[in-house]
């Protein structure tokens, strides 16, 4: 299985439906998956262990249905709540639940009492509303109870597609999906909520599962590992890529720093730093290995870039909000090199991302790497991205309309393609909510795109090696630190 492909809630029911026309029955399929709850179930249970089993009247209830007569075959104690009357489920619900000769008791009647473990089969990643009633009662009942939970598809409550909570939701200990994981798995709040999430086979074919557009990953090194720069024992520095970062004033030159460190420590064998001239001796004060330019004007930007060593720009962090910026953005993309633009850069096209979009066309590849209030600004006026249903949805179309690469910056990250590829952060940590961590980000992104790697897997492998640097450093964790902690993340690959 391709394990970092991911499914939206739609593709999913594609894939299933496409799997059963090829002739694999709908009742195969949930056996399989029930017979993978059940054997989740066992991993998390003592031999006889009492279990309770929550179903929904849908097909996540009928693969709870399954679980509960494969474990009470091996000898567990099964409890089955089932929300309304066993008679009115149907399909191969109703199949599965004919199977099952246990009883099934109203869910207003189930206590988690000696229970040691509660089966989530409620309701699965396609909940269309809010929980509430007797659903909403129970799942409080069983939250309270402190019991570990193993959630079936999803944890009922939270949306397959965004990741948020529909009313209420139940907290899972470990979750068990079908085929892939699906957006709510890796974004906030429901990345959270999921516990351990583990894909079990079911019989949906790889050719049906990666065939469909938008193509959703998520983000781990199997995405974009092959595409890594690895240098050779011939390799000279230049063919390494020579990273060109724009300095902000004297009183903002920080951030430039920051990103070339970022470049630098990713790979890119010459980083220089393209300094106004009242900046040139505070940026001279504290780069070595980095080397330092004098530059004013888009004119004087131009000039540099006849230099084709150069192959990747960042410009934006600590540069300045204005027209000055809009007019070095404009010179760096007609230069025809990589190019990453950030912070100042975004924001100083504040309500034009079309116009943005045109810019970027002229770079050999452009990434975006905007935080939540950039991301707002600059698609304040763009259809289909701040209205959007979800990150995902919102980073595809910003990516369209930008015409570049976009790195939604969050807890949970999401890297976009304008070519309808889109890449969700598995794993990350709070400590990178620091001052000057964005623009490191931008440096690391600019190192790999020096190197030549290909933009959205540059994007890709940034955010991920980004996030790993920071959980590797843990608390006490400041930008600075990040560019020291990547050699060791590297050498960890």
Same mark, same amino acid.
């Given at each position: ?313 960042? !410009?934006?962090? *600590?540069?300045?909000?204005? +027209? @000055?910026?809009? &007019?070095? %953005?404009?010179?760096? /993309? $007609? =230069? #025809? ?111 790999? !795109?020096?190197? *030549?790697?290909?933009?959205? +897997? @540059?994007?890709? &492998?940034? %955010?991920?090696?980004? /996030? $790993? =640097? #920071? ?23």
């Amino acid at each position: 299985m391709n394990h970092h492909r991911i499914l939206a809630v739609a593709q999913m029911r594609e894939a299933d439906r496409l799997t059963i026309a090829s002739g694999v029955s709908g009742m195969s399929l949930m056996e399989s998956a029930g017979a993978g709850v059940a054997q989740a179930a066992r991993a998390m249970l003592a031999p006889t262990g009492r279990v309770v089993i929550l179903c929904g009247p849908g097909n996540n209830g009928g693969d709870g249905f399954i679980a509960a007569r494969r474990l009470a075959e091996d000898g567990y104690r099964v409890t089955l709540g089932l929300v309304g009357p066993r008679e009115a489920l149907s399909g191969d619900a109703g199949a599965a639940a004919a199977l099952y000769d246990g009883p099934a008791i109203p869910l207003e009647e189930i206590t988690c009492d000696e229970a040691d473990l509660v089966i989530d089969a409620l309701f699965g990643t396609g909940l269309a509303r809010g929980l509430e009633g007797a659903v909403a009662a129970c799942i409080a009942r069983v939250a309270q109870s402190g019991v570990p939970v193993l959630a079936v598809d999803i944890p009922s409550g939270i949306d397959g597609d965004s990741g948020t909570v529909r009313g209420v939701t139940l907290p899972a200990t470990r979750t068990v999906t079908f085929a892939a994981r699906k957006p709510g798995h890796l974004l906030l709040p429901g990345r959270d909520l999921c516990g351990v999430v583990s894909v079990v086979d079911i019989g949906i074919p790889d050719a049906t599962r990666d065939g469909f557009a938008p193509a959703l990953f998520a983000n781990e090194p199997a995405l974009w590992r092959t595409m890594l720069p690895h240098p050779k024992a011939d390799t000279h520095k230049y063919q390494r890529g020579h990273g060109l970062v724009l300095s902000g004033e004297m009183h903002r030159t920080g951030a430039a720093r920051l990103a070339a460190r970022g470049a630098l420590r990713s790979g890119a064998g010459a980083v220089t730093l393209a300094s106004p001239r009242v900046a040139l001796a505070v940026n001279a004060a504290h780069l070595t290995a980095i080397m330092l330019a004098p530059c004013d004007t888009p004119e004087e930007l131009g000039a540099l870039l006849e230099d084709l060593r150069f192959t990747a720009v960042a !410009l934006g962090p *600590g540069y300045g909000v204005g +027209e @000055a910026t809009r &007019a070095m %953005v404009k010179a760096a /993309a $007609r =230069a #025809g090199r990589g190019l990453v633009l950030d912070a100042d850069a975004l924001t100083s096209f504040a309500g034009e991302a079309y116009t943005l979009g045109m810019i970027a066309t002229a770079a050999r590849a452009c990434v975006l790497t905007p935080h939540e209030g950039e991301m707002r600004r600059l698609f304040e006026s763009a259809e289909g991205v701040l209205d959007a249903p979800n990150r995902w949805q919102a980073a595809l179309r910003a990516a369209e309309i930008a015409r570049s690469v976009m790195i939604c910056k969050g807890g949970d990250t999401i890297v976009a393609s304008p070519d309808g590829r889109a890449a969700i952060l598995a794993e990350t940590t709070p400590y990178l909510a620091t001052a000057g961590s964005g623009d490191v980000l931008t440096g690391i992104v600019t190192g790999l !795109l020096t190197q *030549g790697m290909p933009a959205f +897997e @540059a994007a890709c &492998a940034a %955010v991920w090696l980004h /996030a $790993r =640097a #920071g959980i590797a450093y843990g608390p006490g964790l400041i930008a600075e630190d990040l560019s020291e902690a990547l050699p060791g993340v590297l050498r960890g690959m």
